[in-house]
C-alpha cells in the first residue's frame, strides 16, 4: 500500500487497466467466437501489452461484427 500512499493515480491506472484486463478476458471466453489458438494469443497480448492490448482486442472485436 506504499504505492497507493505515494502515486494515487499509478496505483488507479494500474488497477484501472487490470479491471480492463479481466473484463476482455471474460468476454474472449464466454462470448467469443475464436478458435482456442487465437483465443490464446489474445491472452497473451492482454497481459503483454498494457492499454494497447485493451484496445486492439475491442477495436478488432467490433469489426469482426460489423459495428465499426
Do not use: C
Amino acid at each position: 500500500m506504499e504505492l497507493f500512499a505515494r502515486n494515487p493515480e499509478i496505483f488507479l491506472l494500474v488497477t484501472l487497466n487490470y479491471l480492463l484486463v479481466a473484463i476482455a478476458l471474460i468476454h474472449l471466453i464466454f462470448k467469443s467466437d475464436y478458435p482456442v489458438g487465437s483465443r490464446l494469443i489474445w491472452v497473451a497480448i492482454l497481459w503483454v501489452v498494457p492499454v494497447l492490448g485493451i484496445a486492439a482486442y475491442w477495436l478488432v472485436w467490433y469489426r469482426r461484427q460489423g459495428k465499426l
